[in-house]
């Protein structure tokens, strides 16, 4: 089992940047890829981004150039860096992981944490 726990998140006005961190515990020699995904209300879950251990990302293209995912690998930590924030970036943002390159999304998830941005 892997648990994972975000912590980052808030409110910032549009235009500012937040970055978010996950970090995961348990079974973690396992994990392949860790990501983040995001819910607005009445919306479905969706990709933001997600980083496989051989380094390889993908970005949802609403955010491609305005979001940064890194890991730390010794740490178990995933981060999410969020430059030029827009309105429609709020949302709950759940930290994502599996031991598959492919899982889309993967097994384990987050609690989630809010990011509001404001006009």
């Known amino acids: 089992q892997v648990q994972l726990v975000e912590s980052g998140g808030g409110l910032v006005q549009a235009g500012g940047s937040l970055g978010l961190s996950c970090t995961a515990s348990?079974?973690?020699?396992?994990?392949?890829?860790m990501g983040w995904y995001r819910q607005a209300p009445g919306k479905q879950r969706e990709l933001v981004a997600r980083?496989?251990?051989?380094?390889?990302?993908n970005y949802a293209d609403s955010v491609k150039g305005r979001f940064t995912i890194s890991r730390d690998y010794a740490k178990d930590t995933v981060y999410l860096q969020m430059n030029s924030l827009k309105l429609e970036d709020t949302a709950v943002y759940y930290c994502?992981?599996?031991?598959?390159?492919?899982?889309?999304?993967?097994?384990?998830w987050g609690q989630g944490t809010q990011v509001t941005v404001s006009s």
């Open positions: 994502n992981a599996d031991w598959r390159s492919y899982a889309l999304p993967g097994t384990y």
């Open positions: 980083i496989r251990r051989d380094g390889i990302t």
């Open positions: 348990g079974s973690t020699g396992s994990l392949n890829v």
